[in-house]
């Protein structure tokens, strides 16, 4: 089955860096793929939609240059949270869309925990 | 813009008893329909799915879920629950192949003995 490949699955940053949250579709292409955050005990919120080649689109309320978004092939989504603040920890997933949806679509990375200390 | 409701925030059952978790979405068309399960701590698994066809879907886990067009739901069943199923249920729908998932606020499923 569709198996999408998230990491890291856990990582603590200082106030201010960066950090990359890279998500891989194994075994299809990945088309586009839609990024979500989940604070604790809340449900998912979309953050953007990544399309292979082209600007992600952002959702209402999310900073796009706090966010970047990179989705340089079929196959690789990457999220780069800039310099990174303590309101930013959160976990973050991703979930990849294909041309197939009802063979390929809809599944899910394993998240990414963030801490910014 | 599509919505998903769940209406339950949280139910507690007893191993063995049957399950059902409500879930109502508010769409024109008739959407993409999914359940996910989560667990603490962990990413989302699917159980099953609706894009079109026979309403009633079997999905993971001894899941089930019947899609009710007239009363817009999308309810999930399981007939004996076991320990294992404590987790937090997520109903999610999409208005088409490529498009994000909406997702309902979830319902907190606890087991008890």
């Known amino acids: 089955g569709a198996v999408v490949s998230q990491h890291p699955s856990r990582v603590i940053c200082k106030s201010g860096t960066s950090v990359k949250i890279e998500c891989r579709s194994l075994?299809?292409?990945?088309?586009?793929m839609f990024w979500y955050r989940q604070f604790p005990k809340q449900s998912l919120m979309l953050m953007a939609t990544?399309?292979?080649?082209?600007?992600?689109?952002?959702e209402q309320g999310v900073e796009k240059d706090k966010f970047l978004i990179n989705h340089a092939s079929l196959t690789l989504s990457t999220l780069t949270v800039t310099s990174a603040h303590p309101e930013d920890s959160s976990f973050y997933i991703c979930?990849?869309?294909?041309?197939?949806?009802?063979?390929?679509?809809?599944?899910f990375g394993s998240g990414t925990r963030l801490t910014v200390v | 813009a599509q919505s998903v409701t769940q209406p339950d925030i949280h139910i507690t059952v007893s191993e063995g008893a049957s399950l059902e978790l409500r879930c109502n979405y508010s769409?024109?068309?008739?959407?993409?329909l999914f359940w996910y399960v989560q667990s603490p701590g962990q990413g989302l698994q699917l159980l099953l799915k609706?894009?079109?066809?026979?309403?009633l879907v079997q999905g993971i886990k001894g899941f089930e879920a019947e899609f009710k067009r007239s009363q817009s739901s999308f309810n999930l069943r399981k007939p004996s629950v076991h320990w294992s199923d404590a987790a937090e249920y997520f109903c999610?729908?999409?208005?088409?192949?490529?498009?994000?998932?909406?997702f309902g606020k979830g319902t907190r499923l606890s087991v008890i003995a």
């Open positions: 609706y894009f079109s066809g026979d309403t």
């Open positions: 769409y024109g068309a008739t959407p993409y």
């Open positions: 979930s990849a869309g294909s041309q197939t949806p009802n063979i390929y679509g809809y599944t």
């Open positions: 990544s399309n292979e080649g082209s600007k992600a689109t952002y």
């Open positions: 075994d299809f292409q990945a088309t586009t």
């Open positions: 999610a729908v999409a208005s088409s192949g490529n498009t994000p998932l909406v």
